[in-house]
């Protein structure tokens, strides 16, 4: 099966949560920088939203391709998932990239 492209823009976790939907599977492609100077990192993200709303049947069917998205979408180098689009925020963000900084 195709993908289909929802949306693209520059506004960051805040703009891509409006066009994602809880009655699918989604995914999405964020880049972050952490730390400034010589000290930045830059990381993309991948968003996987599992759609709370979404038939489990296509959670599994669709989730399983999130290697081959990844892949799409350029690489990756943290994965953001979650179940439902109000959980796709800025803090949950953060909290995810500064847990695979520390681990880095």
């Not at 009655?23 to 492609?29: F, Q």
């Not at 959980?87 to 990239?97: G, H, K, R």
Request: one cysteine or more.
């Amino acid at each position: 099966g195709g993908y289909r492209l929802v949306a693209h823009g520059a506004g960051g976790i805040d703009e891509m949560r409006e066009h994602l939907d809880n009655s699918l599977v989604m995914y999405g492609l964020l880049q972050a920088v952490i730390g400034s100077g010589f000290l930045a990192r830059r990381k993309y993200v991948l968003l996987h939203l599992k759609g709370e709303a979404c038939p489990a049947m296509w959670r599994m069917k669709h989730g399983a391709r999130k290697t081959e998205v990844a892949a799409l979408l350029g690489g990756a180098t943290v994965e953001f998932a979650c179940e439902r689009k109000d959980d796709a925020t800025i803090d949950a963000l953060l909290e995810e990239l500064l847990r695979h900084c520390v681990a880095d």
